[in-house]
């Protein structure tokens, strides 16, 4: 975790302070990823995990998850905790919408990857919430462990870490 | 929110209609109410259902009587033990089954324990509904030595399928008896603490007391069971009705309270906690030697007819209705589900009350909406 | 009241209505049409009194509906089943009893959401769990869906 956290870049100490030597990338990569501000979006069993997830023995604020909002203009992470069904797509939808940019989804548990147990014979399941949102990390299980979806956070913070926003902007310009 | 766009939110009476959820921390997963306001008053609410329908019924149709259990954990996630004892019990009274004593005895502990951890986890939400984050913290502390017990009984935390048709899937973990005396003892401890930070502090009181009053009449007829009902005066405990698995060999008392409102329902299900403890306790200790699983056929199948088995669930009564044609797999299952009754009452417990004690009344009905929606 | 009592007190009401004690409860099967009254006399009248309908259902018998009505009464303990046939299924419909229990309301907008059967004078009778524009009603055994995948 030390290496994890440490600033991305060199420091030249100065007399008057310091110059700081860094790619914009990997410091906005870094502020991102160690600040995920999840929405509180649990329609079934794994929100439940996910409460468990926070409560005080696995404790998300650990890895700087804490900050759950309940609104998605303020979220920044979308954890799919449970089974999306037709009349919830939509809702989801527009959910994913209203956060701001850059988002990131997380499908937990086996409803959302490919609608799990309820796959076959079922009328008004959504088998797959990728077919609604695009989706980042997937967890399996029914419901996945509240230490899988710490798993899945922290797979997410780094995929986030390797992000190159900047140096692709600046080869389109090219 | 379908429907919605283009309507309009102003009434011509003044009224004025806001929708909260399906995506709101209140309700406790994806309900969508819509409620006509006059001012903050609540004038009329309209339960918006389905945004977790998962044609769990439809589904049970085409899957034989021992895999159609497992789509009730996921129904009521918060006491699945309690559920899949309810088909099972339903299946048996179909083979003219009898469990083993061993089974009975264990299938009441393990509903007691499930019982018990969602009233906790109950509790801890209330708390955070009514702007406390602390009892959540409290409650899952408990809550976890719980889960822990079922997972080394069965191997899962929250959807287990333990109970099979003939008893129980597996025998217990030895240790067992040891964890689940040790979490008793830890338990007990802490209900002074929980009353200490919630039952006796001012602001849960002034919160919940006089709202969202439901008389014994009205619970009655709108078919409100378990603790909701039992905090109106009506006595509905199935566990001591219409004793199943081994509630007849325990001693215990249904809780009843007259109150009706909010306070009520909070008071009812705090002592519910208690006889839990006290039911276990008897148990724990006088589990039988034996057979854990009666002996059945590898291919179940019901003789024609119509079965149904009613069990106490921590939010009340639930139904299996199960018509069988003499197939290997349900021709019709129903499931009457405790929390969609009582959420039919929920209008007329919020008419006239303000907004904020809409969701002190949410908290206190106990919602679960997979559960309501199936 | 016993079983036997309560028989004979309804075929007294309801000379038409036929019994079926194979199950746990005892089924007292009538047409769609006999349902009102003889649900209005079940609540009303104080030997009867069934004042909890404690599940409410409809079961798909491919040519025929068959509406369950389970009914407790708190006060004599008894249990009671009542079906009701709508024999024709393309037209189902019957009358609603959420007049007597409130809790039928909700009940029979899942039925009407599941079944499509229609139920006269209900006061709100919607889609319950199913969007508006869904075509169809799923739990009926002829009901096709190009996104069910079968087993």
């Known amino acids: ?174 | 929110m379908r429907g919605l766009i283009g309507e309009d939110i102003l009434t011509e009476e003044g009224e004025f209609i806001i929708n909260m959820g399906p995506q709101h921390p209140s309700t406790h997963g994806v309900l969508h109410l819509k409620i006509w306001l006059d001012g903050e008053t609540v004038k009329r609410i309209q339960p918006n259902l389905g945004y977790i329908h998962r044609s769990i019924e439809k589904m049970s149709e085409s899957l034989s009587y021992r895999n159609f259990i497992f789509a009730t954990s996921r129904m009521d996630y918060l006491a699945a033990h309690v559920n899949n004892e309810a088909c099972a019990l339903t299946v048996e009274k179909g083979l003219q089954l009898e469990v083993p004593q061993r089974a009975k005895v264990i299938r009441t502990i393990l509903s007691e324990l499930t019982r018990l951890q969602s009233h906790q986890l109950w509790w801890g939400c209330t708390g955070l509904d009514l702007g406390g984050v602390t009892p959540f913290f409290y409650a899952f502390r408990e809550r976890e030595a719980i889960m822990e017990i079922f997972e080394e009984t069965c191997g899962a935390r929250l959807t287990q399928n333990y109970m099979v048709p003939g008893g129980i899937m597996y025998d217990v973990h030895p240790n067992f008896q040891k964890r689940v005396k040790d979490v008793m003892i830890q338990i007990k401890g802490k209900f002074e603490e929980y009353d200490n930070i919630m039952t006796g502090n001012v602001i849960l009181e002034n919160r919940l007391k006089g709202v969202g009053y439901l008389s014994k009449e009205d619970a009655l007829s709108y078919g409100v069971t378990g603790p909701t009902a039992r905090a109106s005066g009506l006595s509905c405990d199935l566990r001591k009705s219409n004793p199943y698995s081994a509630y007849d060999q325990v001693q215990f008392d249904e809780i009843l309270d007259t109150g009706g409102d909010c306070y009520a329902r909070y008071m009812v299900r705090m002592r519910e906690m208690r006889q839990s403890v006290s039911i276990i306790e008897q148990l724990i200790d006088n589990i039988p030697e034996g057979d854990f699983q009666a002996k059945t056929k590898n291919v179940i199948k019901l003789p024609k007819g119509e079965f149904y088995q009613r069990v106490e669930t921590p939010r009340g009564e639930l139904g299996v209705f199960i018509v069988s044609d003499g197939a290997a797999s349900p021709y019709r299952i129903k499931y009457r589900s405790p929390g969609f009754s009582n959420l039919s009452a929920l209008p007329i417990m919020a008419k006239g009350g303000k907004i904020g004690d809409l969701v002190a009344i949410m908290a206190t009905i106990d919602l679960v909406i997979p559960d309501i929606d199936r | 009241m016993s079983t036997e009592e309560l028989k004979n007190s309804i075929t007294a009401i309801l000379p038409s209505s036929t019994f079926d004690e194979t199950g746990e409860f005892l089924n007292v099967v009538i047409t769609s049409e006999e349902l009102l009254p003889l649900m209005n006399t079940l609540r009303t009248k104080s030997e009867f009194d069934f004042d909890f309908l404690f599940c409410l259902t409809c079961i798909d018998w491919k040519d025929h509906l068959m509406m369950v009505y389970h009914l407790l009464s708190k006060t004599h303990q008894h249990t009671l089943v009542i079906k009701a046939k709508i024999a024709d299924r393309n037209n189902a419909q019957i009358e609603t009893v959420c007049n007597i229990w409130r809790t039928a309301e909700f009940h029979e907008r899942e039925v009407f959401d599941l079944f499509g059967v229609k139920f006269i004078n209900h006061p709100d009778l919607r889609r319950l769990f199913l969007s508006d524009d869904w075509v169809g009603h799923p739990l009926r055994k002829d009901y096709t869906d190009e996104n069910m995948i079968s087993l």
């Not at chain 1, 609104?71 to 799919?80: C, G, M, S, Y």
């Open chain 1, 1 to 174: 975790m030390e290496g994890k956290l440490t600033f991305p870049g060199q420091i030249h100490e100065t007399t008057d302070g310091g110059i700081l030597v860094t790619k914009l990338d990997d410091v906005i990569n870094w502020a991102r990823s160690n600040s995920l501000w999840p929405l509180v979006f649990g329609t079934s069993c794994c929100a439940i995990e996910m409460m468990s997830a926070a409560d005080a023995k696995y404790d998300w604020s650990r890895f700087g998850f804490e900050v759950a909002r309940a609104t998605p203009r303020q979220a920044d992470l979308i954890i799919v905790a449970g089974t999306i069904v037709m009349k919830m797509a939509p809702v989801l939808k527009r959910l994913y919408d209203q956060m701001p940019d850059p988002k990131y989804v997380i499908a937990m548990g086996a409803c959302t990857i490919s609608g799990g147990p309820f796959f076959y014979n079922t009328y008004s399941v959504v088998k797959g919430v990728d077919h609604v949102i695009p989706v980042d990390v997937y967890i399996p299980g029914c419901p996945p462990r509240p230490e899988a979806l710490l798993h899945s956070m922290i797979t997410l913070q780094e995929k986030i870490k390797h992000e190159q926003y900047f140096k692709k902007k600046i080869e389109e310009i090219r």
